[in-house]
């Protein structure tokens, strides 16, 4: 892996509307410099979830450029060199993913969808900020790993583990 240059990473879910977009900007805060995130989906809803954007922006993250996208778009001709594709919901883990130019390494991060959550405002809201507080301990659990200095059989154990974490710390959302 080239450290001269960001690592391009690519978080699927199957809609993209929630999960992968909350990573997308959780990581390209965290690891600015570092990293480059995008977020697809192998079925994009074609809008982000309207409590996606309330929260980010209760948050202070960017959203005027956010948008769902079919997860072609990243195995097309022209599309960034990808050296990191995480899963995180169960669906898209499960499914056949396009065969990505350059063989990036890969993990399942299965979160909750928050989009699927049914009950009152607060109990929905609860399950986003539950979404995004998940992420944002594994994307910072990642962005802290010495990518440079693991092989690759242990970069991709890493990999795995944080996808198992369940850590408890508390976030701002």
């Known amino acids: ?40 989906g192998s079925h994009p809803k074609g809008f982000v979830h309207p409590r996606t954007i309330e929260l980010l922006q209760r948050v202070n993250y960017p959203t005027r450029e956010l948008r769902s996208k079919d997860w072609a778009e990243f195995a097309a001709p022209g599309a960034p ?15 056949v993913c396009p065969v990505w130019p350059g063989q990036p390494m890969t993990a399942h991060w299965g979160i909750p969808d928050p989009a699927e959550v049914t009950g009152t405002p607060a109990e929905i809201g609860l399950a986003f900020s539950e979404a995004f507080r998940q ?39």
Not at 10 to 35: D, H, K, P, W
Not at 81 to 95: I, W
Request: some cysteine.
């Open 1 to 40: 892996m080239m450290p001269d240059q960001p690592y391009n990473v690519l978080f699927l879910c199957t809609g993209n509307s929630a999960r992968s977009i909350m990573a997308e900007v959780i990581l390209n805060r965290l690891g600015v410099g570092r990293f480059k995130a995008y977020s697809a």
């Open 135 to 173: 992420l944002n301990n594994r994307i910072s659990i990642f962005v802290s790993l010495p990518i440079t200095r693991l092989d690759k059989l242990s970069l991709k154990r890493r990999l795995d583990e944080i996808g198992q974490s369940r850590t408890e710390a508390r976030s701002n959302a």
């Open 81 to 95: 060199p990808l050296d990191f594709v995480f899963t995180v919901c169960d669906n898209a883990a499960q499914e």
